[in-house]
């Protein structure tokens, strides 16, 4: 049996309600789960952390999002408890599809959306990056764990290994070369096999 992997990836502009209210209004949310309804269309259950802002005018606001359908609000006094059906959520929409489970997203302002996934084993880890990139989703790992491990990546280590899985590196074919992802850094190709070497041998070390 493999190790359960754990892995935090932030994806940089999602394009949803949650990272334009996080934006416009510098409120906290944090979702804990979502629902593919249709092919476009995604529920979510979603607790918004007021920030000291008026709640009815946040609330307000999002109602008024285009891409806001329905709202629901369960609670509004400590934290808004809200569930919210929505359109153009891809990441949503991918991870509803994956084999990785989302335990926690949240968006919390320039990072973008932070995920916290859980997968069987990296293989299906590496399946939902990939169906994310396809939908033109940018997602960077920032960490990854297994069986409570955590794997320590230097952060040029964590840079360049996620531009190499992201541009298809490890994919079978090769959909990049480490001529590209040299000249995409601005360094010798040995450089760059030796910096995703020292990686993949931390991350392997932990895994299997």
Known sequence: MGNGVVAQIVLRNPGCWA????????VRIEISAFKALSSSLVRQVATIDWAGKDSPA??????????????????????????????????????????????????????????????????????????????????????VSASGLKVELTGRQREVLSVAVGLGYFEDPKRTTLQDLAQRFGISKVAVRELLRKAENKLLRRVL
């Not at 209210?21 to 510098?26: F, M, V």
């Open 19 to 26: 990272a334009h209210l996080s934006k416009d209004l510098g």
């Open 58 to 143: 946040v609330l307000d606001v999002l109602r008024h999002y285009t891409s806001v359908v329905q709202l629901v609000v369960c609670e509004s006094v400590l934290g808004g408890l809200v569930v919210v059906d929505s359109r153009g959520c891809i990441p949503c929409h991918v991870a509803s599809k994956s084999d990785s489970i989302v335990s926690r997203a949240i968006y919390a302002g320039p990072r973008g959306l932070e995920w916290t996934t859980i997968s069987a084993d990296p293989r299906s880890l590496q399946s939902l990056l990939t169906a994310l990139r396809e939908r033109n989703c940018e997602a960077e790992v920032q960490a």
